[in-house]
């Protein structure tokens, strides 16, 4: 009984620790997502968007912006159909106004694009 007391108190500690750090930090893990462009900054390599929809870390940021940041193991492509097999592009060829879907990972209020698709069908999921 007193075991199960110790182990239960340490567990109790170590998740009132990790917490409060975890909340500070925001959310962290991947993420999908699919919004429209409202912004590039091709000196800082970021892309702004209106999120449409996404997974569980960013239904919270549904209908407002987020800034993604991108890498030089960032990758582009376009689809012209959601069936057809996507193309390279690069960051030069995104425009304000297209429909994207971003995959990526968030660590500390950065929301970082692993993959952007650009892609004329994406719009319907709003």
């Known amino acids: 009984m ?11 500690i170590a998740l009132a620790a990790v917490g409060p750090a975890y909340a500070a930090g925001g959310p962290r893990g991947t993420f999908t997502l699919v919004a429209k462009i409202s912004a590039i900054d091709p000196v800082s390599g970021t892309i702004t968007v209106s999120v449409l929809n996404g997974s569980k870390l960013v239904q919270p940021y549904l209908k407002q ?6 890498t030089a193991k960032t990758r582009y492509l376009y689809k012209s159909t959601p069936d057809a097999v996507p193309t390279l592009i690069t960051f ?17 209020g950065v929301w970082t694009a692993a993959r952007v698709t650009v892609g004329a069908k994406l719009i319907c999921l709003q």
């Open 92 to 108: 030069a060829d995104l425009k304000v106004g297209n429909a994207v879907s971003v995959n990526g990972t968030v660590a500390n």
């Open 65 to 70: 912006t987020l800034v993604m940041t991108t």
């Open 2 to 12: 007193k075991k199960l007391f110790v182990v239960t108190l340490a567990l109790l």
